[in-house]
């Protein structure tokens, strides 16, 4: 099972988790969590104006063993206009555009997408069950 939680935030609410949202899936080969602004494909779905976040912007896929792996699709741009850091215990690193990295099992974490331009950012939490 992978278990997520997101919170838009911006300047004016850091530190808030009004408008938290939950999504999860069960570790089955195939199965698919996305996070973004297009609600017809994303289970956790970011405001609409927030052109940082692509309309499909992070991809959960379960893998043939079970695991779970992120990637940050690559959106309409050449460049993002964001930056996507993963920490997982006392690890931490940036995520590259259109990268892909597996998720720890029985580990939780935290998914930022973070605004170039602006005091804004997506956090999506994360839990991977072993």
Excluded: K
């Amino acid at each position: 099972m992978l278990e997520l939680t997101m919170a838009t935030v911006s300047g004016e609410d850091a530190g808030a988790t009004a408008g938290m949202t939950m999504a999860e899936a069960p570790s089955e080969p195939g199965a698919v969590l996305r996070v973004g602004r297009d609600a017809s494909v994303c289970r956790l779905v970011t405001p609409e104006d927030w052109l940082f976040v692509s309309r499909v912007h992070l991809e959960f896929v379960c893998g043939p063993d079970g695991g779970w792996h992120l990637t940050w699709l690559r959106g309409s741009q050449p460049d993002p206009v964001a930056e996507v850091r993963l920490t997982a215990g006392e690890y931490a690193q940036p995520l590259g555009y259109g990268a892909t990295v597996a998720l720890p099992r029985g580990g939780s974490g935290e998914i930022v997408v973070q605004d170039r331009t602006a005091p804004r950012s997506v956090n999506v939490g994360f839990y991977h069950e072993a």
